[in-house]
Each structure stands twice: as structure tokens, then as C-alpha cells.
């Protein structure tokens, strides 16, 4: 595929991915990785996580997730404010923003459980369930992805390296966002890993490779993996270390002139950038701060998948936000979800458009799409600047979030409101707004699949 990010302008500093000593589960003190492993944060459920605690009391959502109740009580709502939605529903995390644009008091008015988190973090260290590898290493990192059994389903490998990236600023153009971060989920993100002095979870790289860093991976993934897990829904996870001293510079020399476009946890690497100039602010030297822990993976030997993230409004009927829209979008009626989806699917690249729905009837809402900057606007601007912003006058609070159809709709249905559904954003798009520096309406892309947690971590004092 084409580059996912433009050429680095001449003079900026070099994209680095440097090798560090892991901290690991000891496979010796737990016999399945799979159960003490976790799916990231941010696309977690309650009756996830209560799953997750209740079968393994070393599951790293312990202290990814950590209650103000307490890390022991993970049986009711745990909604930390945090990256995402945690599945469906009204987004709490905007609501912790302040006048001044920082997050309030809602966020960390009682920060005793990110303290708590940090002390649980120490102890499996102390025990040894946790323990760091004695050398520094980059991770190469394999997702095995089985059929699902859905029309057009297919296997899908994830591939890529562990590393610590050293951080660089948006204008630098080394590592570049495309989409905008909200202050909460950032502030709830840099308390707990201050507190944890850790990089608990990886943000998502990916680059234009095809050289010799990804021919390295490719024979590193021949020899005998660190660690083999399959979780429940039937998905191989294998870790491999790369520590030899002349394959580490060739990587680097590689990778050192490119650039990576963060394809997952806009919040994580702005929270990496936040806690550094923190440090540099106090006067601290060059320290752990100055890279966040990444997964960088060859868009071109192994792409992502890319797919919409759809959206939820409670408390508003069908028949009355249509009314309502009616005068500045075209409306187009359907009995059938099929139906609908093949309207929605036609228009896109030629008009934006958006399904509405609340599970028993499905209308198209389009207009003739706009142009900014030389590109076609995204649906999601439209959609919340002309829809939400402006027919319906929606707070950022009042918008719920949902990774699949089917949970969109049944939150529709349970909160007697309407479910949102979008074409996903080709990876072109995503391309023109990197490179003109913009940035998409927060949850416009969903790249995947996603590295689980707790596999490989980076604690600062190992720095």
C-alpha cells in the first residue's frame, strides 16, 4: 500500500524505537498468560472486566483500570474516564474538563486508587509474579486473528516490534495524530502512570516499511516464541526478543529517516508528551519520560484493519431527530438494515452520509459532500458539526460510542434513543489529514486489530 504518512521534512530528528528489559508475567508463576492478559482499556465493559478479575486475581486490568472504590471491587461499574467509551454510551470523560480546558476535579478528586493501583503494580513485582528481563530488547509481537465465521471473514496476522519511541512533537512531523484528544481521558491516563512510573499499555504505530527492519521481524517470527498464549475467543498471541547488538542497528538505521502515523491511543501518546514536559518543567534531565512504550507495525507487510466506530444518543426518538434534520440533510426511508446499508455503502466517496436508527427503521441522511483543504470532508465532521453541533444542539457528553453495529443498536434500544452508523474512513483520508497537519473528530477511525495488554510492559526504574 501506499505511504501512511508523508516523507519527514529534511533536518527533523530521527523516528527511534529503542530496545529496553521488558517486564513480563514469569510463565513459572502463571501458568496462562491468556488469563491474566487483558484487551485494551478502552473498549472494555464492566461485565468484561468483572470477567477478567473474577477468573484471575493477576489480571493486569487491576491496575490498568484501577476503581476509587478500591482495586479489589471489580464487580459494578468501573468507568475510570479513560481513552474511549468502554464499549457503549454517554462518554464520561468530557465531562471532567473545566472551564481553563484541563480536566477537573471529576477526574482526580480522590487519586488514592491510582496510588493503590501502583502499590498492587509493586507488589506482583516484589512476588515475582512480574519480573523484568535482565536485557534490553525490542519485542517482536504476533496476533493470530481465526475466522470469525461472518460473511467475508478471514485470518488475520498482526505483526510488529515492541520498542521505546522516542517522543516528538506533532510539528516535528516524525510521529504525527490525526485525530483530537480530550484533557480527561489525558489526565486520568498521566495520574496513573506517574504513579505507576510505568507504561502499562502501548500506543499503535504503523509506518511504510519493507526494508531490512521488517525483513528482521520476518525471520526473528521463524525461531521458537518467549511466550505463546490463546485467549478465549480464540487468538494466538507470540512474543519474540530481538536483543543482538548488530540486528538492533540495522533496525534503527532503518527506521531512523521514516515517519509513523499513530494509528491507536492519540490520548496514551499525548499523555506520554504531557508527563514529559511535566519532568522538563521541574528541570530533570533526559529520563524515561522522553519515550512512551509503542507497537510498531509495517503497513505495508501487514496492515491494519480500518473500521467506523458508530455512534449512540439516548433519550431521542427516530421519528423526531429526522424531523429535525430534515431541513438540511436528505432523508431516504428503509424497512431493512441490508437495504440501508447498501445506501449508506454507495454513498460513500460521493456524498456524506450517515444510517440512523433505532432498531426497527433505518433512514439515510446525506448531503452533497464538501471539500476542506483539498480533500472531501469526513462524515464524522459533518456529522458533528451539522447534526449533533448544529440540528440538535448535543453536548460531547450526551454521545455515545460503539465498535460494532450490533452494540450500537442494542444501546439504541435499551436507552430508547437512536444509533448512528458510519462508513468507515478509507486509509487515504487518514493520509491527507496527517499530512496537512489536521485532525479528525475524536473516535473517527478504529484501526486493528489491537495489542492486548499486559504481555510486555516498561517500567521507568528499569530505564
Known amino acids: 500500500m501506499t505511504d501512511p504518512s508523508p516523507t519527514p521534512d529534511s533536518g527533523t530528528r530521527p523516528l527511534v524505537l529503542s530496545p529496553f528489559p521488558g517486564v513480563r508475567y514469569d510463565p513459572e508463576r502463571v501458568s496462562d498468560l491468556a488469563a491474566v492478559t487483558s484487551p485494551p482499556y478502552d473498549v472494555l465493559d464492566p461485565g468484561s472486566v468483572a470477567a477478567l478479575t473474577a477468573e484471575e486475581p493477576h489480571n493486569i486490568v487491576r491496575v490498568v483500570l484501577p476503581r476509587p472504590a478500591g482495586p479489589a471491587d471489580w ?49 506482583w513485582r516484589a512476588e515475582g509474579i512480574l519480573r523484568a528481563d535482565t536485557e534490553a530488547a525490542l519485542y517482536v509481537y504476533e496476533q493470530r486473528v481465526p475466522e470469525s465465521g461472518e460473511p467475508g471473514s478471514r485470518p488475520f496476522v498482526l505483526r510488529g516490534m515492541f520498542g521505546a519511541v522516542e517522543l516528538r512533537e506533532p510539528e516535528e512531523r516524525v510521529i504525527l495524530p490525526h485525530e483530537d484528544v480530550m484533557p480527561g481521558p489525558v489526565a486520568d491516563r498521566l495520574a496513573l502512570m506517574s504513579a505507576c512510573e510505568a507504561n ?33 475467543d480464540g487468538v494466538d498471541h507470540l512474543l519474540w526478543r530481538i536483543t543482538d547488538v548488530d540486528a538492533l542497528s540495522t533496525i534503527a538505521a532503518d527506521l531512523a529517516p521514516r515517519q509513523a502515523l499513530i494509528a491507536d491511543g492519540h490520548h496514551r501518546y499525548a499523555t506520554y508528551l504531557k508527563l514529559q514536559r511535566q519532568m522538563r518543567a521541574t528541570g530533570a534531565g533526559p529520563g524515561p519520560w522522553d519515550s512512551g512504550l ?36 436528505t432523508v431516504e426511508s428503509f424497512d431493512d438494515a441490508d437495504r440501508a446499508h447498501d445506501a449508506l455503502a454507495a454513498a460513500h466517496g460521493r456524498r456524506n452520509a450517515f444510517v440512523v436508527t433505532d432498531g426497527l427503521r433505518w433512514e439515510l441522511l446525506s448531503v452533497p459532500t464538501e471539500t476542506t483543504t483539498g480533500r472531501f470532508r469526513l462524515d464524522t ?76 510492559m516498561r517500567m521507568f526504574d528499569q530505564h
Open 294 to 329: 509503542a507497537l510498531l507495525v509495517d503497513q505495508r507487510a501487514h496492515p491494519l484493519q480500518l473500521t467506523a466506530i458508530h455512534r449512540t444518543v439516548a433519550g431521542i426518538t427516530l421519528e423526531d431527530l429526522v424531523t429535525r434534520a430534515g431541513a438540511e440533510f
Open 75 to 123: 464487580t459494578s461499574d468501573h468507568r475510570s474516564p479513560g481513552e474511549g467509551d468502554h464499549s457503549v454510551g454517554r462518554d464520561d470523560s468530557s465531562r471532567t474538563a473545566g472551564s481553563s480546558g484541563e480536566a477537573g476535579p471529576a477526574v482526580l478528586s480522590d487519586t488514592d486508587h491510582y496510588r493503590r493501583a501502583a502499590d498492587l503494580l509493586n507488589r
Open 200 to 232: 502499562l499499555e502501548p500506543i499503535l504505530l504503523v509506518y511504510d516499511g519493507g526494508g531490512p527492519a521488517s525483513d528482521l521481524v520476518e525471520v526473528t517470527v521463524r525461531g521458537e516464541p518467549l511466550v505463546h498464549a490463546r485467549t478465549a
Open 381 to 456: 465532521e459533518v456529522l458533528h458539526e451539522r447534526l449533533f453541533g448544529g440540528t440538535l444542539g448535543l453536548a460531547e457528553e450526551h454521545i455515545g460510542y460503539a465498535h460494532s453495529e450490533r452494540a450500537a443498536v442494542e444501546h439504541a434500544r435499551d436507552s430508547n434513543g437512536v444509533a448512528v452508523l458510519l462508513n468507515p474512513v478509507d486509509v487515504s483520508t487518514v493520509q491527507a489529514v496527517a499530512r496537512e497537519g489536521g485532525r479528525m473528530p475524536r473516535k473517527s477511525t478504529s484501526f486493528g486489530p489491537k495489542p492486548r495488554t499486559g504481555f510486555v
